[in-house]
């Protein structure tokens, strides 16, 4: 049974932005997958980290690493993006960018080509049958691949954006921090960029990294994911800061996913409460929903709990999340006039 502040926190329309896709799948899905592929010898306990849990970072991308493994089929794709999508629409989210690597399998016969086609299905097939979303999908770059996977990917990304109708609409840059370099990205990073596609970037989700994302700033990237250690009460610096609010790039926020992986003390320390006090554009996100058992709701409602916001606060918040999406225009006025519907309802 649903308390009315949960009831509230799900009806709220909302976007979701920052969202891979196999760190997205649910435990009913994780379910299908390894009743398919009983011989992985893969328990629900390997795919997720629950309530109270920690892991390192490092620990995190062991996580994924077990997905992949059940997600190796243009079958497995199609379900699990199709089931992510639904999951997203019934918790009340409006519009939803989608991110995901994609991988060749050899044993499968999945290519990086089929791999993208097989989201785009997904994502025509929900909207055939009426889901109450709008999806977009950004081509990932896993950042330990190196310069020519990702000048690849984003060829790919390209060709995607001139031929899914619209779908395609930009890249992403993710993948384990601690490996690679953002100079070797550059390139590819900068020939999306000059292409029409926009760039969502991981920026500074370690400390350490002050040099890379002077450097990706540059570009600069259309949203920042993360951006824990970018300023300089946590060893970031206070240029980085500047540019990051002279260009007004909105920064995605993942409470949960932060506080799991062990990168952010505990909820009250997120740096959440740092860019919402300059009144920088954020957006609260949900990362990994599946991996740290969470949805945007709960995030919300996380935010709200630890940041003592109201819910027209909250409302503002989730309404000025339409201002960073990369969909058209139109679309950004559609969702507007959505939000104006619904506001009476929520707030009767
Ligand atoms: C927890 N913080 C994070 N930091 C960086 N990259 C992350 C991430 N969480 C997920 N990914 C990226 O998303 C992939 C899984 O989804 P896809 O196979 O692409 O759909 C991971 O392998 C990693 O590259
Ligand atoms: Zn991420």
Not at 24 to 47: D, F, G, W
Not at 100 to 116: A, F, H, M, N, V
Not at 254 to 274: D, E, I, M, R, W
Request: proline fraction near 4%; charged fraction near 25%; charge should be negative.
């Amino acid at each position: 049974v649903m308390d009315n502040d949960a009831v509230f926190y799900r009806e709220l329309p909302k976007v979701e932005l920052h969202a891979h896709l196999n760190g997205s799948v649910s435990a009913q899905t994780i379910e299908k997958l390894i009743s398919r592929k009983p011989h992985l010898n893969i328990e629900h306990s390997m795919t997720a980290i629950g309530k109270g849990q920690r892991r390192t970072l490092d620990e995190c991308f062991e996580v994924f690493r077990v997905i992949h493994k059940l997600v190796d089929t243009e079958e497995d794709i199609l379900m699990v993006a199709t089931d992510v999508i639904k999951e997203f629409a019934a918790d009340g989210v409006k519009y939803l960018e989608l991110r995901s690597t994609p991988r060749e399998e050899r044993d499968t016969g999945l290519t990086k080509r089929s791999y993208i086609e097989t989201v785009i299905k997904a994502i025509q097939k929900c909207k055939e049958e009426g889901v109450d979303i709008d999806v977009r999908f950004l081509v990932a770059i896993d950042r330990r691949n190196g310069t020519e996977v990702a000048l690849e990917t984003v060829n790919l990304a390209e060709e995607f954006m001139l031929s899914s109708d619209g779908l395609v609409v930009g890249i992403d840059l993710s993948g384990d921090p601690t490996v690679g370099h953002g100079k070797d990205l550059l390139p590819a990073l900068q020939k999306a960029k000059n292409s029409g596609l926009k760039l969502s970037l991981h920026l500074s989700e370690i400390p350490s990294q002050l040099d890379e994302s002077d450097l990706l700033l540059s570009l600069p990237p259309d949203r920042i994911g993360h951006g824990t250690f970018l300023h300089p009460e946590v060893g970031g610096s206070q240029s980085l800061v500047d540019k990051v609010v002279q260009k007004k790039i909105p920064i995605e926020l993942c409470l949960t996913s932060n506080v799991k992986g062990n990168t952010v003390p505990c909820y009250a320390k997120h740096h959440f409460k740092y860019w919402y006090e300059l009144g920088h554009p954020t957006v609260l996100c949900t990362d990994d929903k599946g991996v740290f058992c969470t949805d945007l709701s709960q995030e919300y409602q996380l935010a709200a709990s630890t940041f003592g916001l109201s819910h027209e606060a909250v409302w503002k918040l989730s309404q000025q999340a339409i201002d960073s999406i990369f969909g058209p225009e139109t679309v950004k006025q559609q969702l507007k006039e959505k939000w104006n519907d619904l506001h009476p309802q929520l707030f009767k």
